[in-house]
């Protein structure tokens, strides 16, 4: 078997100079928690959890990084109650139609992970309508996960290959880690340098998983709603202090 590959930007692996992470996702955790602790519905600590996303998108474009992706729905999600939901899907189209216009002038490109389409024609039709106005920025790409999940992703990557080589478009024998990674739905992504997951949970929850194998990983105690630009900043610290070996010594 051949060495796995090296990722795409390893010749960044000592963050010399205390460069900035390309790329940084985060697990956007802790609305409930937030609420409950005040007292309030949980639908009161998603709202408190958008003005988290705005404050966070505007350090990440301040602090230079190119990617911010979002884990906003995961596939999973589906199993909160149907008022949860429903309040969900409602903030998303309320931000979308709130926040549209200051992320045009703040040069903010809009990509969607995920099989958003479950959330029915008017919202899809919404989300489809904004990537196609901000498609144009250059600034930073903001990538919004929504019904994702990482293993279904991988899955469905698999099935792809299979398909062609079934089809004998390709090699079952030519497979490997870089024909795999370029059917994933990040393909055209830098490849993944930080990953932060807030509210002292200490897991991926099938986010991200191929895309992570080689990101640092700060977890944060602070809840989703009070995250904002301190919390960013010093996960940028910490991922400048680190050294990135991808598995050299």
Do not use: C
Not at 61 to 73: D, H, R
Not at 212 to 240: C, K, M, N, R, S
């Amino acid at each position: 078997m051949s060495p796995a590959a090296a990722p795409k930007d390893a010749g960044r692996a000592a963050n010399q100079g205390g460069s900035p992470p390309r790329h940084v996702a985060i697990i956007m955790d802790g609305n409930g928690r937030w609420a409950k602790q005040r007292g309030l519905p949980r639908v009161a600590g998603h709202k408190a959890g958008a003005e988290a996303v705005r404050r966070t998108l505007r350090a990440a474009v301040k602090n230079g990084i190119e990617v911010l992706t979002l884990y906003a729905f995961s596939s999973e999600n589906w199993r909160r109650t149907e008022e949860e939901v429903s309040d969900l899907k409602g903030l998303l189209g309320y931000y979308l139609e709130r926040e549209l216009d200051s992320l045009a002038k703040e040069g903010v490109q809009l990509r969607l992970i995920g099989d958003y389409r479950a959330f029915g024609p008017d919202l899809s039709q919404r989300l489809e309508r904004a990537v196609e106005k901000l498609k144009g920025n250059s600034r930073l790409t903001l990538v919004v996960a929504l019904n994702y999940g990482s293993r279904a992703e991988i899955a469905e990557a698999a099935r792809n290959l299979a398909g062609k080589a079934a089809a004998g478009e390709i090699d079952p024998v030519s497979i490997d880690e870089h024909l795999l990674g370029e059917q994933l739905q990040t393909h055209d992504l830098p490849e993944l340098d930080l990953l932060i997951r807030t509210s002292g949970e200490v897991r991926l929850s099938n986010f991200l998983l191929w895309q992570a194998a080689y990101a640092e990983l700060v977890f944060t105690p602070t809840l989703w709603p009070d995250f904002g630009e301190e919390g960013l900043v010093e996960a940028i610290h910490q991922f400048a202090a680190r050294e990135r070996r991808f598995g050299g010594r």
